[in-house]
């Protein structure tokens, strides 16, 4: 028996995908995703790793209101000019995206910075100084 697995792309069935797999390399769709992100904590701050490879820093977008931190990269239209010839098949293409975070109670909201190196955007979010636990003290026995 085999396993027949359905994957529908904005409604379009797979199938029909298979059928043009010929035509000019089929009718793949580049998915509208949000860039993927990994979180980490450490006992003095908290670090949003974003995978963002081939963007230009600059078109970068970080703001923190009412403890909603909001990461947002916005892409000019390219435009076509006469003579600069006509893609036969265009795959790589650039999106704008979106994402948002809320942030704890104990990110000190005036100290978060940004780094963005070898296509990966790290923001790092420190704690406040009251919110860090001190480090765990053993107590001799006299």
Do not use: C, W
């Given at each position: 028996?085999?396993?027949?697995?359905?994957?529908?792309?904005?409604?379009?069935?797979?199938?029909?995908?298979?059928f043009f797999k010929d035509i000019l390399g089929?009718?793949?769709?580049?998915?509208?995703?949000?860039?993927?992100?990994?979180?980490?904590?450490?006992?003095?701050?908290?670090?949003?790793?974003?995978?963002?490879?081939?963007?230009?820093?600059?078109?970068?977008?970080?703001?923190?209101?009412?403890?909603?931190?909001?990461?947002?990269?916005?892409?000019?239209?390219?435009?076509?000019?006469?003579?600069?010839?006509?893609?036969?098949?265009?795959?790589?293409?650039?999106?704008?995206?979106?994402?948002?975070?809320?942030?704890?109670?104990?990110?000190?909201?005036?100290?978060?910075?940004?780094?963005?190196?070898?296509?990966?955007?790290?923001?790092?979010?420190?704690?406040?100084?009251?919110?860090?636990?001190?480090?765990?003290?053993?107590?001799?026995?006299?």
């Amino acid at each position: 028996m085999n396993v027949v697995k359905r994957n529908y792309s904005n409604g379009y069935p797979v199938v029909m995908d298979q059928f043009f797999k010929d035509i000019l390399g089929g009718t793949q769709y580049t998915q509208k995703a949000v860039p993927p992100v990994n979180i980490k904590e450490t006992e003095q701050s908290f670090t949003i790793s974003l995978v963002a490879p081939g963007l230009k820093k600059d078109a970068f977008a970080i703001e923190v209101d009412k403890k909603l931190l909001t990461i947002s990269h916005t892409v000019a239209v390219e435009e076509v000019k006469e003579g600069d010839g006509q893609y036969t098949r265009k795959e790589f293409t650039q999106n704008s995206f979106k994402r948002s975070f809320t942030l704890p109670e104990n990110v000190n909201e005036t100290d978060i910075n940004a780094v963005y190196q070898d296509g990966v955007l790290n923001i790092t979010l420190p704690k406040k100084k009251e919110a860090q636990q001190e480090t765990k003290r053993v107590i001799e026995v006299l």
